[in-house]
C-alpha cells in the first residue's frame, strides 16, 4: 500500500477530486483587488453567509481607465454588487464607456449585415459613378447633423 502523508499525518489521496471544476481552457481568470486600499491589517470578519454577505459588506469597487478612439483615458469606477456584475452585461450596465462602445458595435455590425444582404447596394457599390453620388448624398447629410 502506497500512502501519503500530509502535514499533521493527514492521508492525501491522490485519486480524489475537489468539488471546484476546472476553468475550461477557452476561459480567462481575472484575480485583481477590488478595493482601492489594501487593510491596515486583516481583519476576521465572522456571520457572512453568503456570497451576497460578502458583497454587501465589501462593497468592492474598482477604478478602470479605459481609452477612446481619440486616445484620451476616460475614468470610470464600476462597482460590484453580486456576480452577474464581473460579466459583459454587469460591467456594461454600469458603464457609459462601455455602452457607447456597445451600441457603435452593433451599428457596425447592422451595416455589415446591409453589406453582405442588400444587393441594390451592392450593386450601387460596385458601380463608380453611382458609389461617388452615394458619398456625396452622405456627406450632405453628415454636413445637416452637426450642431449649427
Do not use: W
Not at 478595493?35 to 476576521?44: E, L, R, S
Not at 475614468?75 to 464607456?97: I, N, P, R, W, Y
Amino acid at each position: 500500500m502506497n500512502d501519503h502523508y500530509g502535514i499533521g499525518g493527514t492521508e492525501v489521496r491522490p485519486d480524489a477530486s475537489e468539488a471546484m471544476a476546472d476553468i475550461s481552457q477557452n476561459r480567462t481568470l481575472f484575480a485583481e483587488k477590488l478595493t482601492p486600499q489594501a487593510p491596515v491589517k486583516p481583519v476576521v470578519v465572522e456571520g457572512l453567509t453568503s456570497v451576497e454577505g460578502v458583497f454587501q459588506h465589501y462593497s468592492p469597487t474598482v477604478q478602470v481607465d479605459f481609452q477612446d478612439a481619440a486616445g484620451q483615458t476616460v475614468v470610470e469606477t464600476l462597482a460590484f454588487h453580486h456576480l452577474g456584475d464581473f460579466g459583459v452585461k454587469g460591467m456594461t450596465a454600469q458603464s457609459d464607456f462601455l455602452r457607447d462602445l456597445s451600441a457603435e458595435k452593433e451599428q457596425y455590425l447592422k451595416i455589415m449585415q446591409q453589406l453582405q444582404t442588400n444587393k441594390i447596394l451592392q450593386a450601387a457599390l460596385a458601380d463608380p459613378a453611382a458609389r461617388k453620388a452615394m458619398l456625396a448624398t452622405i456627406q450632405c447629410l453628415l454636413q445637416e447633423l452637426q450642431p449649427r
